[in-house]
């Protein structure tokens, strides 16, 4: 992954705006070695605290607003990839702010979710392009899923710059700006399910006897080793499954139960669910 983008690109300068979580999976991926960017990276942060932790000699200039108002404006000067990495309703406040001291040709990343690129584009001048992306909380490993979505002045350059950019945290997929909320529903929100899932295997096992470390154990190194024999099986999750469960044996007897919930039906509410949230969040 990272062997390709040394041989395709070099990231040019770069500003995030916001480093929180996301933010700062981003920001490790984007100083892993062997990356090629343009230093130095430029990150502003609310806090003073929080600046300095970000701070790194050489690679990383970090800027906090509450001691300068203009950090945001001058950590965009003259990048040409734009990272908004700040809470969903304050990215218009952000837009407005900085769109003055974009250089024409800058690629602008959004990672809110709910925030359509139609409206940031309307508070930009001609000539900068607004790619959405939507990661997930594994990027913090360099395992992530990130889809990515051009706008409507995005370029296929524009995009495989963002693709070269979340492809520093994990794999990605380009998809179109309607597939989004999706991507979310999917990916992003994926991982609260999976945890949701160790969560109450982890209290079934203690309930059956084991203590909390015994049942943590059993559980995350179950799914550690599940989703790695996933990831490099030729196998479709359902043949591997099969592997698992013998004619009338016990793990078909436990699937019985599970599939008695209507699994399918299930995960489409779930998913329906989540979609319904982001375009209300778009409509507000």
Known sequence: MTESIEQEFQLPRTAMIGVGSMGGAILSGLTAPGIRIALPI???????????ARAVDGSVIALAAE???AANRAAVR?????????KPWLIHDVV???AGDLAPGTVLVSVAAGVTSASIEALLPAGIAVVR???????????????????ATASAADIALAHALFSTVGEVLEVTESQINDIAAVS??????LFLYAEHMIDAAV???????????????TLLGSATLLARSDDAPAQLRRNVTSPKGTTERAIEVLQGDDWGPLFDRALAANVQRSEELEGA
Not at 42 to 52: D, L, M, P
Not at 188 to 193: E, L
Request: hydrophobic share 35%.
């Open 42 to 52: 430029t990150v502003t942060t609310q806090s003073a605290v929080s600046a300095q």
């Open 67 to 69: 001691t300068d108002p």
């Open 78 to 86: 003259g990048a040409g990839l734009v990272i908004l990495g700040v």
């Open 96 to 98: 407005r702010d900085i």
């Open 133 to 151: 992306a939507m990661p997930n909380t594994p990027s913090h490993l360099g395992l992530g899923m990130t889809g990515i979505a051009g706008g």
């Open 188 to 193: 992003g929100s994926g991982p609260a399910y």
């Open 207 to 221: 309930r059956r006897g084991f203590t909390e470390d015994q049942a943590r154990l059993l559980v995350q190194q």
